[in-house]
């Protein structure tokens, strides 16, 4: 798998409803996410790029690039690794899923064709496009979007050529966005 596909995480996040950045959290003894890297290295190597500003992120010894353009939301951070990244196959994470699994993502690689111009999951009807594989040549369309502050993702997606997965549910709950107080609170219970 290495060198065939990259991994981005959108760590760029305001975190405004849990009131701090959310990938400092701990989850199981480490930061959110220290936990989504250690579930995409199996998968794919070393090729893992945060997408933040914030220079602590430094500490956890993968790249980290600034986005490309500010204030765009999770569709600003993809255009970012779309525009960064040498591969044709791109799997995108936010960093509010600190559950997933090795197992999980390599199901979603695996299922990914390239008859499809992107790969999402779902969880009870509801899809997940910030948990999906996203093809290189989707950046081109992108520009048109940012520039009419057309930020809603499931949006720029329907203007793609998409499948979406639903997950088995032995995997279901390690789609649970934590993004609240009381999310992360249930999470630790």
Excluded: C
Aim: cysteine-free; overall charge neutral; aromatic content about 8%.
């Amino acid at each position: 798998m290495e060198n065939t596909i990259t991994a981005y995480i959108l760590a760029g996040g305001k975190s405004q409803r849990m009131g701090t950045d959310k990938g400092f959290l701990e989850w199981k003894g480490q930061s959110f996410v220290a936990n989504i890297i250690a579930a995409l290295t199996p998968v794919v190597g070393n090729n893992i790029v945060l997408i933040s500003s914030d220079e602590r992120y430094d500490a956890l010894g993968v790249t980290r690039i600034s986005d490309i353009v500010t204030n765009k939301g999770p569709l600003g951070g993809i255009y970012t690794a779309l525009k960064h990244t040498t591969t044709k196959r791109n799997l995108i994470l936010s960093l509010d899923v600190p559950m997933i699994s090795s197992e999980l993502l390599q199901w979603l690689v695996n299922a990914h064709s390239e008859a499809y111009q992107m790969t999402q999951v779902q969880v009870n009807d509801k899809p997940s496009p910030l948990v999906a594989v996203y093809d290189r040549s989707v950046r081109i369309l992108l520009p048109e979007f940012l520039a009419g502050n057309q930020l809603k993702v499931r949006r720029f997606v329907d203007e793609l050529t998409y499948q979406t997965l639903t997950v088995p549910d032995k995997w279901s709950a390690q789609l649970q966005n934590i993004n609240t107080p009381e999310e992360y609170k249930n999470l630790k219970q």
